[in-house]
């Protein structure tokens, strides 16, 4: 499908595709995480794939290999532990960022972000989706957009995390406290 919402591209699925770095990451666990996959994607928005990346060197070389050549390709590595390699490209007119971090996928920050911002999406359905869009469309990113919407306190990022092992009652009765009604009650009782 060679369209998104914003522009004339392709979606961000046909972009991935297109580039073959799921397959060239695939010794590094990749997952792609980020707004494109929750539909809170803006024209600036990135596709971001997180690795699990034990040997830096060995997913730095594939990068390079890979990605030299396209357009403002950059690959740096942190100085500051867990230390991880972060990419980022245009390719088929979209930007990337590809982050390696020797920690598994499922124990880092931008993936545990991700799945409590989708199970979150899930239950407040599409009320949520367009408040959590319209904050967005304010100017704010993507985790304070969350914290704003469903009025959570402190550092947003902190917040989501906490959330991020929350049962799914938790997660319910904040949407509901937030005033969206959970997709589950939306059902049986005619929702928004």
């Given at each position: 499908m060679w369209h998104n919402r914003w522009t004339e591209k392709p979606s961000y699925e046909e972009a991935l595709a297109l580039t073959g770095l799921m397959k060239t990451l695939a010794a590094f666990n990749p997952r792609v995480a980020g707004t494109p996959p929750l539909g809170l994607d803006l024209p600036s928005s990135d596709i971001d794939i997180l690795c699990h990346a034990r040997d830096a060197t060995a997913l730095a070389t594939a990068l390079w290999t890979m990605g030299a050549d396209w357009e403002d390709f950059t690959l740096h590595?942190?100085?500051?532990?867990?230390?991880?390699?972060?990419?980022?490209?245009?390719?088929?007119?979209?930007?990337?960022?590809?982050?390696?971090?020797p920690e598994p996928v499922e124990m880092q920050a931008g993936w545990r972000h991700f799945m409590v911002e989708a199970r979150l999406l899930s239950l407040g359905g599409p009320a949520l989706r367009a408040a959590v869009m319209a904050a967005r469309l304010d100017g704010l990113k993507t985790e304070p957009a969350f914290a704003q919407v469903l009025k959570l306190r402190g550092d947003p990022y902190a917040a989501l995390l906490l959330l991020a092992a929350a049962p799914e009652d938790r997660l319910s009765a904040l949407v509901a406290a937030?005033?969206?009604?959970?997709?589950?009650?939306?059902?049986?009782?005619?929702g928004r």
């Open positions: 590595q942190w100085r500051r532990a867990p230390r991880p390699i972060i990419a980022r490209f245009r390719a088929h007119g979209w930007a990337f960022e590809v982050f390696g971090s937030a005033g969206f009604i959970p997709a589950s009650r939306g059902l049986l009782t005619g």
